[in-house]
């Protein structure tokens, strides 16, 4: 069965540091992987997809499968990054998500 | 707004009770998810839907739960005889094939 791990349940950094939200798998297929994000009192949306191998927002996430990591990472975190983020795997022939518990990213100034 | 809408945002409800929720998909996705999520934990699948077919259900859908999607539009979510560990935020999703999911807001459901 597929899993997502994330470790932490809160980071908090200072403006200006860096950023890294740590997401671990397991599945036995190809992996399919996303990070979404949930600002404050705003719905669940898509922050980045790995095979789309984007920098949104200034992150960047990196699938390594000997790892079977997606980290998600940030240079120099901002305010407004301060928000839920979800890390999710894609499974299955109907395209379901299996989510992670989530991590809350706060950026003091 | 053309985003996935969902009805209504908030359920407060007795123990024992039944309750139903209603999705409405962007109009021209055809894969439709129901998602719960609970405190402190990401959203779980429920069941997903191809046009009105539903494909997949979860373990996590008792019998007490029902979903349909009559005319392959929007869906609807009941649950009979609700209890206490029913309270968590129903989640709707859309997407299209090979799409990304589009979610609502949820619906938080509170069982009294």
């Known amino acids: 069965a597929q899993r997502v791990t994330q470790p932490e349940k809160l980071l908090s950094v200072f403006k200006g540091a860096p950023v890294e939200l740590k997401c671990n798998y397991s599945y036995s297929g190809s992996p399919e992987l996303f990070w979404y994000v949930q600002y404050s009192r705003q719905r669940l949306q898509l922050l980045l997809r790995h095979i789309s191998r984007e920098s949104i927002k200034g992150f960047t996430a990196d699938l390594n499968k000997g790892e079977t990591s997606f980290h998600l990472k940030k240079p120099f975190a901002q305010e407004e990054d301060s928000a839920m983020y979800y890390c999710a795997l894609l499974s299955g022939a109907n395209s379901k998500l299996t989510f992670g518990k989530g991590i809350t990213l706060s950026v003091r100034p | 707004d053309t985003g996935v809408s969902q009805d209504p945002r908030h359920k407060i409800t007795k123990r024992g009770q039944n309750v139903t929720f209603r999705c409405d998909p962007i109009?021209?996705?055809?894969?439709l998810y129901w998602y719960r999520q609970t405190l402190g934990q990401g959203p779980e699948f429920l069941t997903y839907?191809?046009?009105?077919?539903?494909?997949?259900k979860s373990r996590l859908l008792s019998d007490r739960f029902s979903a349909e999607r009559p005319k392959g539009s929007f869906s609807t979510l009941e649950i009979q005889r609700t209890e206490q560990g029913d309270s968590a935020m129903y989640l709707c999703?859309?997407?299209?094939?090979?799409?990304?999911?589009?979610f609502g807001p949820g619906t938080r459901l509170t069982v009294l």
């Open positions: 999703a859309s997407s299209a094939p090979i799409n990304e999911q589009f």
């Open positions: 109009s021209e996705h055809n894969r």
């Open positions: 839907f191809q046009n009105e077919a539903q494909l997949e």
